[in-house]
């Protein structure tokens, strides 16, 4: 199938007209798929989760040291 294609193109030639349309076509659809792409890639309105801070040691220490020794108050 692909060779008879091939085959139809080398005897039909296109005109300037057409080669044009075919590449206004032809960037308009890549056009669309690069807004559709970006779309996907970054929603508008999104907004990323917070970062969640990691207790420190030393943060971890303070929190122990309010509450009664050997307890953790959650």
């Known amino acids: 199938m692909y060779v008879s294609y091939t085959l139809y ?3 039909h030639t ?4 057409q080669q044009r349309e075919e ?3 032809t960037g308009e659809l890549a056009a669309d798929l690069g ?6 890639a ?3 309105g999104f907004r990323p989760a917070p970062e969640i801070e990691m207790l420190t040691e030393a943060s ?5 040291s309010s509450a009664a020794p050997g307890v ?3």
């Open 35 to 40: 807004r559709l792409w970006r779309s996907l």
């Open 23 to 25: 590449d206004i076509r």
């Open 14 to 17: 296109k005109t300037a007209r």
């Open 9 to 11: 193109q080398t005897e």
């Open 60 to 64: 971890a220490a303070c929190l122990c």
């Open 42 to 44: 970054h929603p508008r």
């Open 72 to 74: 953790i108050d959650r």
